[in-house]
């Protein structure tokens, strides 16, 4: 907080607020000259004053402590020519803003009027000068805010030397050139109004009076709604005086200005005083209400027309709201408010109402004029034409802490004033016709020297503009104003490079290299053998660029070639991806893909010619993509495409092909060099959400464990239960096991992304299971085909040939897929097939054609079976049978169908119901298995009930009375074994069930329990559906054979048991008892429990 005394040449300076009211002075400063009035001000560590009886402003460093400049007003009126109304010497008053420094004076030439002038505070230059229509000795005072001027006028009444009231009067805006007549109350409890200063950096206004110092809050209202041309502001004033001991209570005033101009006015709003001694003083403001004149084009200047002329016109206005810190006003739609920007920060923000009924620009408020106080020093600094190198090295300094908006845009113009002055300074050092030799040697080193040191310093602003900490900044430019930073920055550096190349004394090569960007420069001889040229040397991280050697030669001048190559890290996000021309797979032909920049960029530049230069042999690069991820498919080989004109651009895949790409890197060839990179599509999944993730997980696990539970069910059921065993439940059976083994894998290995071995073998296991699944659905419609068309059955089983096929298709498939890209199995997030490299067809291919196949033979057997009724089998309950399997095969179909189905789709159009619905089905595969094929099946049902009966009437299972019977023929020595007798029941069970040809059987098995067996069993011999083929088959006499004994009724102890068969016949079941010598003919055999 420095200030002066009147006319004095000492400067006082103090630390703290606390310390200007204790009167502690921290420093004092001794000035080259006396300063006259109150205006001085301190810009950037300087003051800047007007000294005594002359028009001239001094800048005196408040760091080096000594005069560095003196700038002379032209024609401005000094020495209490024209001061303010209060004199005090105040003829030249400056001022600081947002937008710079400024002095306030009056000349001759405008009648003694307001004259406003813009200075450059390094060079002292005048910049811009604007004339005013108020009276200079009418005003008390003046200040600045955002260009715009607001002079402070003193109300009197009976005694002019006492001033009664003090108002903001006048208005003029520099950017507009308009101006206008206000009344806003400017509260103040002392006579006079010594000075009035903005602050930019707290947006404070400062007001010194009588030896205390009044700080006012600013706040900004809107516009009113009822006067279509006049600005309306609502001020929240809060009035305090302040000293050591006291503070009052706040008031609202509530105000109404009329402007020359249709946008928001810029007003004092609240006030607070402070005493540096204990003295108490009290003001408070009272509500008012006023209308006042204003300048509007076409009307008098007596005031505004009443409200009840202008014309009933519906004017949409955005709504008032806070962003970025700053409170927005109620907008007219089509007009552009703009705000002082975020404390901290100088500058102007603006904020654009659009739309018919008026909403808030959705690209969000500008802020690229919002800078920090360091951004102006370099600007004046380029201007004042310091040395480029060491301004270049305070930029790379400055751009280390946090940035803003407007540092990002000001530091890239920063850049590119300095390769133009480092241009223009080399011109300075180049050798002349009358240097010695160790002269021009000396100047040659110096530019050299010089480029060296602006490179590196380049560099580094660079790496700090593209630092993750300054995308804050970035992202609050609006998109073209990133477009056109970036490709600025593309453009200097390039520029940058070649000074640097061209200013080389000897073939060498210069690297830069750090976090965000990687630069070399070389200077080669194209004579002799010339190696390719490969960039970077090192450290490239999977990032390469390779240039032949034929391209070398054939772009060389005088025998040498310079050569520029530049590698960007974080750049290409803000280079827009908007009218990118990409080619487009088949997979991403969904509109909800976007386009993104998924590689660094890379530069390769040749002789500092135009920013593409077409080549005879393809320039081949290779990038490391960004981002690994699911999302990201589809790559591009694409280069930046712009004109140095406008600095706009797009990116384009013309002359640019893509050979290769995996899941990290893509390699590209263009017959050109310019700015390269790899654009991929990228999907987001619609409505992703933390509950819908956890709702995804937990049906998934529920639904696969019970999946799981209904395939070991059904996988016992085909395994342990004979009845059952066939050709078709072998498919069953396969089919069961590829699922199970598929789903138990997807449990443990999905999400196994961080471990890309395991994950690998994972995928290459879930291919195999899945396509295995698939290919034993497809064998069930097969065999349904073949029971239906074949007359006579096979007497070979053909399950070889389903194994064969059910396991080694898949086998095969899976075999080709990791020979030809291996890599494609497992990805980051999931471990299963690569969507982004066309992997994911050796699944669905194989899969597509499958079901396409199994719909033709399913709808064949269909089409016999309702249709060719006749030809088929006569056994109407074996067409029954086969009525319900195959809907049962045509229901799995369906449902396996139906959910890779969702999966594609999920994948294509990434929505949450989707997602729901593949995970479900996925989840619920073993119990459809289940209940189609167990549960809906009379045949199983029925093996079901048996087991059940065993279990419940006799305590014992089918398997224990099995292995009780087996026992019972080890010890009773015969003939025949336990199998052979196993394969005559199975035979006597179809015989049994065939009941069209053997309904003799009932008498003879209910004739009595004397019944001799041998004579049952050789009245099966002559039926047709018993005889085996051949008639020297063994089974032919063994039937007949093996069950011929006498049974005496005397050695049945007990009441014979009789069961119920399936075919509704009783079946005397016998126990042997006593010695096995008592039989007669054949040894006997024990018996069991178990149904023949």
Known sequence: MPWT??????????????????????????????????????????????????????????????????????????????????????????????????????TEQNNGRIVISQLNPYTLRVEGTWDTAYDKRSASNAFMICGILYVVKSVYEDDDNEATGNKIDYIYNTELSKDGFLDIPFPNSYQYIAAVDYNPRDNLLYVWNNYHVVKYSLDFGALDNRLETSSSVMVYMDTTTMTSRTTTRPTTVTLT???????????????????????????????????????????????APPSSKLPNIRVEYCNPLVMMDISWPKTKQGMVTKMPCPPGTIGVA??????????????????SNCTSPWVNLISQKLKAGETAAVIARELAEQTKRNLQAGDITYTVKAMVQLVDLLDVQLRNLTPGGKDSAARSLNKLQKRERSCRFYVQAMVETVNNLLQPQAQAAWRELSTGEQLRAATMLLDTVEQGAFVLADNLLKTDIVQENTDNIQLEVARMSTDGNLPDLKFPQTGGQGNSIHLSANTLKQHGRNGEIRIAFVLYKHIGVYLSTENASMKLGSEAMSTNYSVIVNSPVITAAINKDSNKVYLSDPVIFTIRHLQHSEENFNPNCSFWSYSKRTMTGYWSTQDCRLLGTNRTHTTCSCTHLTNFAVLMAHVDVKNKDPVHDMLLDVITWVGILLSLVCLLISLFTFCFFRGLQ???????????????????????????????????????????????????????????????????????????????????????????????????????????????????????????????????????????????????????????????????????????????????????????????????????????????????????????????????????????????????????????????????????NDTVRKQSESSFMTGDINSSASLNRGAMANHLIPNALLRPHGTNN??????????VYNNPLGMYNTQEPYRETSMGVKLNIAYQIGNPEQCQGYKCHGYSTTEW
């Open 257 to 303: 200005t009329t402007t020359g101009r249709t946008s928001t006015t810029r007003v004092p709003a609240s006030t607070t005083a402070m005493a540096p001694w204990p003295r108490t003083t009290t003001t408070v403001a009272t509500p008012v209400q006023t209308v006042v004149e204003g300048l509007v084009p076409g009307e008098d200047d007596d005031g």
């Open 726 to 988: 066939s050709d078709r439940n072998t498919i069953h059976k396969n089919l069961c096991i590829s699922l199970f083994i598929a789903e138990s894998l997807f449990l443990v290995g999905i999400n196994r992304g961080d471990q890309p071995i395991a994950c690998a073998v994972f995928a290459a296991l879930l291919h195999f299971f899945f396509l295995a699944a698939f290919t034993w659905m497809f064998l069930e419609g097969v065999q349904l085909y073949i029971m239906l068309v074949e007359v006579f059955e096979s007497e070979h089983s053909r399950r070889r040939y389903f194994y064969m096929v059910g396991y080694g298709v898949p086998a095969l498939i899976v075999a080709v897929s990791a020979a030809v890209d291996y890599r494609s199995y497992g990805t980051d997030r999931v471990c299963w097939l690569r969507l982004d490299t066309y992997f994911i067809w050796s699944f669905i291919g194989p899969a597509t054609l499958i079901i396409m196949l199994n719909v033709i033979f399913l709808g064949i057997a269909l089409y016999k079976m309702f249709h060719h009724t006749a030809i088929l089998k006569p056994d109407s309950g074996c067409l029954d049978n086969i009525k319900s399997w195959v809907i049962g095969a045509i229901a799995l179909l369906c449902l396996l169908g139906l959910t890779w189905a969702f999966g594609l789709m999920y994948v294509n159009e990434s929505t949450v119901v989707m997602a729901y619905l593949f995970t479900i089905f996925n989840s619920l595969q073993g119990m459809f298995i289940f209940i189609f094929h167990c549960v809906l099946q009379k045949k199983v049902r029925k093996e079901y009930g048996k087991c059940l009966r065993t279990h419940c009437c006799s305590g014992k299972s089918v398997d224990s009375s099995i292995g009780s019977g087996k026992g019972t023929a080890s010890r009773a020595p015969g003939r025949y074994s336990t199998g052979s007798q196993s394969r005559i029941r199975r035979m006597w």
């Open 5 to 106: 005394p009147y006319r004095t040449d000492t400067l006082t300076e103090y630390s703290s607020k606390e310390d200007f009211i204790a009167g502690r002075p921290t420093t004092t400063y001794k000035l080259p000259h006396r300063v006259d009035g109150t205006g001085f001000v301190v810009y950037d560590g300087a003051l800047f004053f007007n000294k005594e009886r002359t028009r001239n402003i001094v800048k005196f460093d408040l760091r080096t402590r000594i005069k560095s400049g003196e700038a002379i007003i032209a024609n401005a009126n000094y020495h209490d020519t024209s001061p303010y109304r209060w004199g005090g010497k105040s003829d030249i008053d400056l001022a600081v803003d947002e937008n710079g420094l400024w002095v306030i004076y009056a």
């Open 350 to 367: 603006s904020y654009m109402c659009v739309g018919p009924e008026g909403y808030w620009d959705p690209q969000g408020p500008d802020f």
């Open 1034 to 1043: 063994p089974y032919n006499t063994l039937l007949g054979e093996s069950a």
